[in-house]
């Protein structure tokens, strides 16, 4: 009988050494890892109060589709308003005078009161006492927008609702 014998090798560089990583090649690479995650967190700081804008502009946008949707479904009139002194935004039943068409003191709040991120500011509404209302018909009281911007100005993002259809977006 023939007997096959393998035979091991080594892969060998150079003299007498095999393959594989060095410690001082293995800490090579993590310094190089270590500054390049170094030289990205500053951007990833900077994009934080992007994003807290851009979620609080969604949350409002929520609210004023949300507000529409309630008052197609139940016939009454809903709405959305931004107190620029308490830094907050409700969600309302317009119940008291619904023929002036904006939040009055003892509305029925039906969800909130929301509080502004600190980094994030009201910058501009277009709408009357900054209340958007919403009719049984599903149009709005009036056409406007909400804009709002993180502290350092960089970034700014707008809800704005169209009266005839009451559709709103987010720009």
Do not use: H, W
């Amino acid at each position: 009988m023939f007997e096959i014998k393998a035979k091991k090798r080594l892969c060998k560089i150079g003299g007498n050494r095999t393959a594989g990583f060095t410690m001082l090649e293995m800490m090579i690479i993590v310094v190089i890892i270590g500054i390049v995650a170094a030289m990205a967190v500053p951007s990833f700081y900077n994009a934080i109060p992007r994003l807290k804008a851009r979620a609080e502009a969604r949350n409002i946008l929520n609210f004023v589709r949300l507000a529409r949707s309630k008052a197609v479904s139940t016939g009454a009139q809903y709405g959305v308003y931004i107190d620029t002194n308490n830094r907050q935004y409700v969600l309302f039943k317009d119940t008291i005078n619904p023929t002036q068409m904006m939040y009055n003191t003892g509305d029925s709040v039906v969800v909130g009161p929301e509080t502004l991120d600190s980094d994030v500011v009201l910058t501009s509404s277009t709408f009357t006492n900054n209340s958007v209302i919403f009719l049984p018909t599903g149009g709005a009281s009036q056409s406007g927008s909400f804009t709002l911007d993180n502290t350092d100005g960089g970034s700014s993002y707008t809800v704005s609702v169209l009266s005839s259809t009451g559709k709103s977006k987010l720009q």
